[in-house]
């Protein structure tokens, strides 16, 4: 029989630049014994954790790779043949460790938690390689990759020049209690006894084999449900006519509320925190308040009748420490000078965090987070560590004038606050489907947070980025928004009595003859976000294959300089892009700020000027930033960039009004010149039209802009804008910003709303497809060393599992991590009777001494004929979440589809390289 080359049976070749030859040294210490109960849990946590290649994809470690003994030598069967049994040395004679019988040479786990590296002259080598000649388990690879970039960081780490390295916990999934930084360790050094043990055996036997899903995967939707409709039905057979019962039963039905308020909290008082921050450090490069430093410029001029920069006494800019006079040549060269060193060292500085401490940090965090919610696990993506680097490198990244945004990142940091909150609820925390309905509601908080704008972060989080939004959890997710706004409203960071922070004080009606002009801005929006996706792609790629991805703190240095030389002589590009924005929505008859009363007072001719190299500076930087190693989003420099050319169409429009009063068209709408036509309006319609051709949002968008700005009268302006951007943005380039880099990256995600036409069937793509021989595991006639022959002759990381080889029929399907655990615990329980000839059996009922395995069966793995018309399959894979799917005839195996084969189909119908697509 013949397989797919698909990634169930396969090895995954995901590209990632890790280095070789880098070297991560940890000095180790004497430390106490461990004690019962500590080792005990340490056994539960250990199997849980995971070992794998940085590819995502699981390989047996062979013997060469085991631990030395206490004098640094290699040990006696170093350099043995690598399929030498791993559980073959649970026959020795066994140690007693916490009151639990365990082998004396068990060597690693089957699993290669506890089998490091080697440790020599008082230090633990851990080094990750390619080749697979070392590797370093979970609880040592605490960092991540992204963008081709790696990261380690653990307790006593030092860099190539001896400096000490901080602790990173980054982990998606909660490794608990095996993680060295975890508090089941009373110290460091018991953590790196523990973890260096050879001797020590799970021997716990209700530790489940069921064991996280592995990093760089897919998680099964199916598998989640079945397994939440087995914890449902547990608690209902329970004691239900206890109170201790009912007290269960009431806490399961309220978890859901509690933890979307909990996330609704942490989320807004998070945003409160970055918005002051952000707001301090943007006023910090043009000037300080001598006296009480932590003043921002409108705190500091608060009590004064003007918030001018120029007659405000409170607020001293840079020049004024050496010179008096604000309007001389000097007084602008110095704040010239500051203003660039500033925005180049808080730019470096965030930078340096995110490439140091947390690479999961940077960017935006949506193309990610849009995958790991269609059920992808990236391990450390929501962690604790990104969730504190993210916040303060986008701090830093937005106060210094890159051309970027902090929303993006906000909704990254409330899906952090998310993912902390569910790790304290068993419900959520032991089922990754159910954590991803929390997720989606952290994605509708952070957005209401980013705006002021919580029913577009509930219709954003369902149009956008959930794959899976049941009713109930757009229920939650509007409460968690709602809780999410009223905290942000009680820390209050605009400084304003509203929290839309784009709101528009004007009312003034728009006629019909203006929907001309408004498709025009929504064609143009179509044009930019197409144009942006297709350069910015090429950019990133660009990145990754020259001496940029290599220095990525070396080009933010550069990038950072050239946007602030370039910034600073245009008064519309040099302060926050937010505060831009605001300006081109105001109305002339009431400016908001001294940048709108400025434009207003400009000659035409002169503004216009001045908003076209605006237009140009924020599309040309936007581009090139985004991609950049700092936090970055896209939200408010589309905005810029559609709200100044808005802008411009808007004072053309009036002036052709004006100059025209005696057309009929005009004459009709218009009673009075002066309020006919309002700029401001058009502004508001760019920003619409550049944020739908680049994003290629439609009722989201619209909620969003009339929710930030309250013109709940121009409705119709935004819907028209944004349909017509989309049309556009589709037609020219078929994916937007988001599903670009999700396609650049690799990523395994299956889009729910795209379509999808073709008349091939299941065998044909399959018999087109590259083949390997299909491995399989029979339900009868199994021995420890067959099973384990299996396991160490490929890379696959299932088998279906037939009841002969002649007939082939479908009894279901094992997967190898849980096969592994399972073996484990069960040779753990039997002790010293495990020998080659034991026999292995997969049926619920086996008669005879053995080890059984069914636990790891599953029994319900899904089924599809080879004559199912492919377009029938796409569906399947997309409304089921499933990872695989087992192809029949009449009920024989013929092959193995996954969820990446689906992805790869799909790519090379549109004329794409089906080898992006690098994980399962």
């Not at 730019?347 to 490439?355: H, M």
């Not at 990254?412 to 902390?420: D, E, Q």
């Not at 951007?725 to 395994?748: F, M, Q, R, T």
Request: with cysteine; aromatic share 10%; net charge neutral.
């Amino acid at each position: 029989m013949a397989a797919r080359d698909d990634t169930e049976q396969l090895l995954d070749e995901s590209e990632f630049d890790f280095n070789p030859n880098t070297v991560y040294r940890r000095p180790v210490k004497a430390g106490p014994k461990p004690s019962a109960n500590t080792t005990e849990r340490f056994a539960r946590a250990i199997l849980a954790s995971d070992s794998e290649d940085e590819d995502g994809v699981r390989r047996p470690k062979t013997t060469s790779q085991r631990q030395p003994d206490a004098n640094g030598s290699a040990p006696a069967n170093a350099g043995a043949d690598p399929h030498t049994s791993r559980f073959r040395n649970l026959t020795d004679k066994p140690v007693s460790i916490g009151g639990q019988s365990a082998p004396q040479n068990g060597g690693d786990l089957g699993n290669g938690s506890l089998g490091a590296t080697g440790a020599k002259n008082g230090y633990g080598y851990y080094n990750r390689r390619r080749d697979d000649e070392e590797e370093c388990s979970d609880s040592d690879y605490l960092g991540s990759t992204i963008g081709g970039m790696s990261q380690y960081r653990n307790r006593g780490d030092v860099d190539e020049n001896g400096t000490a390295l901080e602790v990173i916990s980054n982990d998606l999934d909660d490794v608990g209690a095996g993680h060295p930084s975890s508090n089941i360790f009373e110290n460091a050094n018991e953590a790196q006894i523990r973890f260096r043990d050879p001797n020590f055996q799970a021997t716990d036997p209700h530790v489940s084999a069921r064991r996280k899903h592995e990093d760089f995967t897919t998680i099964d939707w199916a598998r989640d449900s079945i397994k939440e409709n087995d914890r449902q039905n547990t608690l209902k057979r329970g004691r239900q006519h206890t109170r201790r019962g009912a007290l269960r039963k009431i806490f399961d039905s309220v978890q859901g509320w509690l933890v979307v308020s909990l996330i609704g909290m942490f989320a807004g008082f998070s945003a409160g925190v970055c918005d002051i921050s952000a707001t301090w450090l943007i006023d910090i490069r043009e000037g300080n308040c001598p006296g009480p430093w932590w003043l921002n410029f409108n705190h500091c001029c608060w009590a004064e009748p003007s918030t001018s920069e120029t007659s405000c006494s409170s607020w001293r800019r840079w020049s004024e420490y050496t010179t008096t006079d604000r309007d001389s040549n000097k007084a602008y060269l110095l704040d010239y000078l500051a203003y660039t060193m500033f925005s180049v060292l808080f730019a470096t500085t965030s930078c340096i965090l995110c490439r140091r401490l947390a690479p999961y940090a940077r960017g935006s965090g949506i193309p990610e987070l849009k995958t790991i919610l269609s059920g992808f696990v990236i391990r450390g993506y929501f962690g604790f560590w990104t969730y504190i680097v993210k916040a303060a490198a986008m701090v830093l990244s937005t106060a210094s004038g890159l051309s970027l945004g902090k929303e993006g990142p906000t909704i990254h940091i409330a899906c952090c606050c998310g993912n902390l909150v569910t790790r304290l609820f068993p419900k959520y925390r032991n089922n990754e489907a159910k954590k991803r309905e929390m997720l989606s509601a952290a994605a509708a908080a952070g957005v209401s947070v980013a705006f002021g704008a919580p029913v577009g972060g509930v219709l954003f989080s369902l149009e956008e980025v959930s794959y899976y939004f049941p009713h109930k959890t757009m229920w939650r997710a509007f409460f968690c928004a709602l809780v999410a706004f009223a905290v942000l409203g009680t820390m209050n960071p605009f400084v304003s009595a509203r929290q839309m922070s784009l709101y528009i004080t004007y009312e003034t009606p728009w006629h019909w003859f203006e929907l001309l002009p408004f498709s025009f801005i929504g064609v143009c929006g179509g044009l930019f976000g197409a144009f942006f996706c297709k350069f910015n792609i090429l950019m990133c790629r660009f990145r990754k294959s020259s001496w940029l991805g290599k220095a990525p703190v070396v080009e933010i240095v550069l990038l950072s300089f050239i946007t602030a030389v370039c910034a600073y002589p245009n008064p519309y590009t040099r302060g926050d892009t937010l505060a831009m924005v605001r300006s081109m929505f105001s109305d002339c008859s009431d400016p908001i700020s001294d940048l709108a009363d400025e434009m207003c007072n400009t000659s035409t001719g002169h503004l216009i000027g001045l908003l076209a190299l605006a237009t140009l500076f924020r599309g040309i930087f936007t581009t090139l930033t985004t991609g950049t190693y700092v936090p970055a989003g896209l939200f408010i420099p589309a905005m810029g960039v559609g709200a100044a050319f808005g802008r411009i169409i808007g004072i053309g429009v009036e002036a052709f009004a004006r100059n025209n009063a005696d057309l009929k068209i005009i004459a009709e709408s218009c009673p009075t010149l002066q309020t006919c036509v309002q700029p401001g309006l058009y502004a508001m319609v760019g920003a619409a039209a550049s944020l739908g051709g680049l994003m290629r949002m439609t009722v989201a968008l619209v909620v969003i802009m009339f929710e930030v700005t309250g013109g709940l009268t121009y409705i119709l302006p935004f819907m028209t804008a944004a349909v017509v951007s989309k049309w556009v943005g589709d037609w020219l380039h078929h994916e937007g910003i988001y599903e670009a880099h999700i396609n650049l990256n690799g990523y395994p995600f299956l889009d729910n709303k795209a379509e999808f036409y073709s008349r091939d069937l299941l065998s044909e793509v399959h018999e087109r497809s590259g083949q390997r021989e299909l491995k399989i595991l029979q339900l009868h006639g199994n021995t420890l060393q067959s099973v384990e022959s299996l396991l160490n002759s490929n890379d696959y990381s299932g088998f279906p599992l037939v009841n002969n080889e002649n007939d082939m029929l479908v009894e279901g399907y094992v997967s190898r991590h849980e096969l592994e655990a399972t073996l484990l615990l069960a040779c753990n329980q039997l002790g010293r009777g495990v020998g080659p000839t034991t026999p292995c059996f997969f049926t619920p009922n086996a008669t005879g001494q053995g080890l059984n395995l069914y636990d790891c069966v599953n029994r319900s793995a899904f089924q599809l004929p080879a004559d199912m018309p492919i377009v029938t399959v796409v569906e399947v894979f997309r409304r089921m979440g499933i990872r695989y799917a087992l192809i029949t005839v009449t009920g024989r195996l013929t092959g193995i589809i996954t969820k990446k084969d689906v992805l790869k189909y799909i790519h090379a119908q549109h004329n794409m390289d089906p080898e992006d697509v690098r994980f399962h």
